[in-house]
């Protein structure tokens, strides 16, 4: 019940961190923006288990999707099957971290968060590439990337630390589980 909560609580918080991020002014010196919704998806990733990480992925996916559909000459510049492969697959690899470090950590979520960012907003150039044609790298674009990831990073570390407080709501069901049986003397 108590993980059911947090999984709503993670899953509204999707949609506003999308809306928030607009919100925020830019960052000099060409305006970059803070991407919000990458950081909410590394911490809802390493706090839910498994089945429920890759379902909040999929809604991480949606809401990442929807706001950047364009249509351009009838076609929709980005679509959602990207969008959906793209956090899944983040999914599995910070499960996996997670498996790995023993749980949730701030540095693997700080670190997370600037590896999805980096690789969200280098993909959507590259889509955007190749669609459009052309490849115009210049510092600008490097300054559009380089900066919302470093942003994330800097980020990330308070949100983890004021959303940890919702996740012992969803362990306190591990205690009340029967214990592992102990094949040690």
Same mark, same amino acid.
């Given at each position: 019940?108590?993980?059911?909560?947090?999984?709503? +609580?993670?899953?509204?918080? /999707?949609?506003?961190?999308?809306?928030?991020?607009?919100?925020?002014?830019? +960052?000099?010196?060409?305006?970059?923006? @803070?991407?919000?919704?990458?950081?909410?998806?590394?911490?809802?990733?390493?706090? $839910?288990?498994?089945?429920?990480?890759?379902?909040?992925? /999929?809604?991480?996916?949606?809401?990442?999707?929807?706001?950047? @559909?364009? +249509?351009?000459?009838?076609?929709?510049?980005?679509?959602?099957?990207?969008?959906?492969?793209?956090?899944?697959?983040?999914?599995?690899?910070?499960?996996?971290?997670?498996?790995?470090?023993?749980?949730?950590?701030?540095?693997?979520?700080?670190? =997370?968060? =600037?590896?999805?960012?980096?690789?969200?907003?280098?993909?959507?150039?590259?889509? $955007?590439? @190749?669609?459009?044609?052309?490849?115009?790298?210049? /510092?600008?674009?490097?300054?559009? +990337?380089?900066?919302?990831?470093?942003?994330?990073?800097?980020?990330?570390?308070?949100?983890?630390?004021? /959303?940890?407080?919702?996740?012992?709501?969803?362990? =306190?069901?591990?205690?009340?589980?029967?214990?592992?049986?102990?094949?040690?003397?």
């Amino acid at each position: 019940m108590r993980q059911a909560i947090l999984f709503i +609580i993670l899953l509204l918080l /999707l949609p506003v961190s999308e809306a928030f991020q607009d919100l925020i002014p830019g +960052i000099p010196p060409s305006q970059e923006r @803070i991407q919000l919704l990458p950081v909410v998806f590394c911490f809802g990733v390493l706090a $839910l288990p498994l089945v429920r990480a890759l379902f909040f992925a /999929l809604a991480a996916a949606l809401v990442q999707g929807l706001s950047l @559909i364009q +249509i351009q000459s009838g076609q929709a510049e980005f679509g959602l099957t990207l969008a959906v492969v793209f956090f899944l697959s983040w999914a599995i690899a910070l499960q996996m971290t997670s498996e790995v470090t023993h749980g949730m950590r701030w540095e693997v979520h700080a670190l =997370g968060s =600037g590896l999805v960012t980096l690789s969200l907003l280098s993909g959507e150039f590259l889509v $955007l590439c @190749i669609k459009r044609g052309g490849m115009p790298v210049d /510092l600008t674009v490097l300054y559009r +990337i380089a900066v919302p990831s470093a942003a994330a990073v800097l980020v990330s570390p308070p949100l983890y630390f004021a /959303l940890r407080n919702l996740v012992p709501l969803a362990s =306190g069901d591990a205690e009340a589980a029967p214990k592992k049986p102990s094949f040690t003397r």
